[in-house]
């Protein structure tokens, strides 16, 4: 976490948007979570986007950041939603989400397409399911000549997403990368990692690496048999995975197999 003095600091991102990074760095979190503060130019109130793990001092700093008029949450997964009830009794803003278990303060559930506007701001709500069944992404298109999105865990500033299998699902995650392509060349606002040029250029890196993962398994199968089981499978495909991430990779063979294994069967 970046300090003061006085305690964590706000980064500028873009233009609208300026971060706090939570003190949580991790294999899957990587520095840690960024939790968003979007607010218009001239200043004024502002929309906190993933309030990340709770964390006194991490809270308290993103509620000193201006008048919180409301929070917003991308995904279910704690290190994005544990600080948000009590962010929300800090500010008095609601919280919204896509699961209404993560709605608090008399927040109502998102709407995918949904306009909001907040804060001066208009932030459009994108559903992309597959890291987790309810996973958004939301768009400033006003912020820069390009626009931003905020990803989430949808996609990283490093690295690629594990797919949080069951609920998350690889033909939902490769049908989220399309649509996210279609907005362009907006700067990329991930929840872990560093700000990235070209929505539409990771998101076709994204689509490739997992093309590349289906190939593998594919071939691993013809080895191992159809029926080999998962750790098999990610013995053979993920041999270099380091032991603190092997059960996301172990998710994301999962998360294929159940792909390949679909309707069509065996591709």
């Known amino acids: 976490m970046v300090t003061s003095a006085s305690g964590p600091i706000l980064q500028g991102s873009s233009a609208l948007t300026q971060f706090i990074l939570a003190p949580n760095p991790g294999p899957m979190s990587l520095e840690g979570t960024n939790s968003y503060v979007l607010r218009p130019a001239d200043g004024g109130a502002a929309v906190v986007v993933d309030p990340g793990p709770l964390d006194e001092d991490h809270l308290r700093a993103l509620a000193g950041a201006g008048h919180v008029e409301l929070i917003l949450v991308t995904h279910r997964h704690a290190d994005h939603t544990a600080g948000s009830a009590r962010l929300s009794e800090l500010t008095g803003a609601p919280v919204r989400a896509a699961d209404p278990g993560h709605c608090h303060g008399g927040g109502t559930p998102l709407s995918d397409g949904e306009p909001i506007h907040a804060a001066g701001l208009e932030i459009r709500v994108l559903a992309t399911p597959g890291h987790t069944s309810d996973s958004v992404c939301?768009?400033?298109?006003?912020?820069?000549?390009?626009?931003?999105?905020?990803?989430?865990?949808?996609?990283?500033?490093?690295?690629?997403?594990?797919?949080?299998?069951?609920?998350?699902?690889?033909?939902?995650?490769?049908?989220?990368?399309?649509?996210?392509?279609?907005?362009?060349?907006?700067?990329?606002?991930?929840?872990?990692?560093?700000?990235?040029?070209?929505?539409?250029?990771?998101?076709?890196?994204?689509?490739?690496?997992?093309?590349?993962?289906?190939?593998?398994?594919?071939?691993?199968?013809?080895?191992?048999?159809?029926d080999a089981a998962i750790g098999a499978v990610t013995d053979a495909v993920y041999s270099d995975v380091e032991p603190s991430v092997r059960r996301a990779a172990e998710m994301s063979v999962a998360a294929q197999l159940d792909y390949l294994r679909g309707e069509s069967g065996l591709r």
């Open 138 to 226: 939301f768009h400033l298109p006003d912020d820069g000549p390009q626009g931003t999105v905020l990803t989430g865990d949808t996609i990283l500033g490093r690295g690629t997403t594990m797919l949080d299998y069951p609920d998350g699902r690889l033909g939902d995650y490769l049908a989220s990368l399309d649509r996210l392509e279609m907005i362009g060349a907006a700067t990329v606002l991930p929840a872990h990692g560093p700000v990235l040029p070209s929505l539409e250029t990771i998101t076709r890196a994204y689509r490739d690496h997992r093309q590349e993962r289906l190939a593998q398994i594919r071939a691993a199968l013809d080895r191992l048999g159809r």
